[in-house]
């Protein structure tokens, strides 16, 4: 069973940093397309970044580029998203997500939370 739990929201001041996880199991990691995709409040879904396995080439949306970095850890089965220079607009639910060329996102974690606020 392919699960995607993702942890390490909160609250952060702007100009902050958070680190937000993706523990991945029921498929194999290295070798999956990865992204994060957010929501806002009241919004809709926003696609953040995408980690391209096969070629190890990350893309990044121009509203987070410059501010975060996507990685992971094979050896954990784990995605990361570090976010820094925070911003209250990055304020939304974060979800980790298994992209799969020809479907699209087939698998999707449950989302944190992250609220950017002085």
């Known amino acids: 069973e392919v699960q995607l739990v993702e942890s390490g929201g909160g609250l952060a001041q702007p100009g902050g940093s958070l680190r937000l996880s993706c523990a991945a199991s029921?498929?194999?990691?290295?070798?999956?397309?990865m992204s994060w995709i957010r929501q806002a409040p009241g919004k809709g879904l926003e696609w953040v970044s995408t980690l391209y396995s096969a070629s190890a080439n990350t893309v990044y949306a121009d509203s987070v580029k410059g501010r975060i970095t996507l990685s992971a850890d094979n050896a954990k089965d784990t995605l990361y998203l570090q976010m820094n220079s925070l911003k209250s607009e990055d304020t939304a639910v974060y979800y980790c997500?298994?992209?799969?060329?020809?479907?699209?996102?087939?698998?999707w974690g449950k989302g944190t939370l992250v609220i950017v606020s002085s």
């Open positions: 029921g498929f194999t990691f290295s070798n999956s397309a």
């Open positions: 997500a298994k992209y799969e060329y020809g479907l699209g996102y087939t698998y």
